[in-house]
């Protein structure tokens, strides 16, 4: 079992909204490592950072990947600070990996004053710009594809990558 294609970028790419449309336009399932995590874990994820602290969200992040990766077949959105641990990025190159790049203007809209995303609590748009910075080299070196999604709706990008991912 391997994902159709897994979906990365920083909060705000649209990857768990372009990756639910994708999934409806492919016919195949749709899963989003931070739903996936926030069953395991119980709780949702602004109270396992508040509770049990990022290393702990990171460590439940890093399993749920890997079995996401090794065991899902449909559409995979993973969330946007994944792709910093090392083992995840060394799995996600046997993957078709689609990079949805986002300028900051875009992302900073799209993710209003963070709420829901525990690592935007504070000062939203300059960690948001930090955050973008420091992890770009690393979404550009897991990608297959990538797309970039300012001034594209959710429905144009998952049909443009539908037609890119059939070639
Ligand atoms: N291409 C887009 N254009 C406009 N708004 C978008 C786009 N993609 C996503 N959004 C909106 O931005 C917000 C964040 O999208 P989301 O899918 O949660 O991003 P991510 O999972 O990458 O953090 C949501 O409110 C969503 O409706
Ligand atoms: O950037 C990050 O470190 C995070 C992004 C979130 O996912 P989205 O990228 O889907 O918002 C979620 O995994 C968690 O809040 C941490
Ligand atoms: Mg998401």
Redo the contacts with the bound molecule.
């Keep these: 079992m391997t994902p159709v294609c897994v979906l990365v970028g920083p909060?705000g790419a649209g990857?768990?909204?372009v990756g639910q449309a994708l999934a409806a336009l492919l016919e195949v399932p749709f899963a989003?490592t931070?739903a996936l995590i926030e069953t395991t874990a119980g709780k949702p994820i602004p109270d396992i950072f508040v509770e049990d602290g990022e290393p702990a969200f990171r460590a439940l992040e890093r399993v749920a990947v890997a079995d996401a990766l090794a065991g899902f077949d449909g559409v995979l959105?993973l969330?946007?600070g994944a792709i910093m641990d090392d083992g995840t990025r060394a799995a996600l190159a046997a993957h078709r990996v689609v990079y949805l790049s986002v300028e900051l203007s875009d992302a900073v809209k799209r993710v209003g004053l963070g709420a829901g995303r525990p690592m935007l609590s504070v000062n939203p748009r300059a960690t948001l710009k930090y955050l973008m910075d420091q992890r770009r080299p690393l979404y550009e070196s897991v990608a297959t594809h990538t797309v970039a999604t300012d001034g594209r709706t959710p429905q144009e990008i998952a049909e443009l990558l539908a037609a890119r991912l059939d070639t």
């Design positions: 909060p990857k768990s909204t989003d931070d959105a969330g946007g």
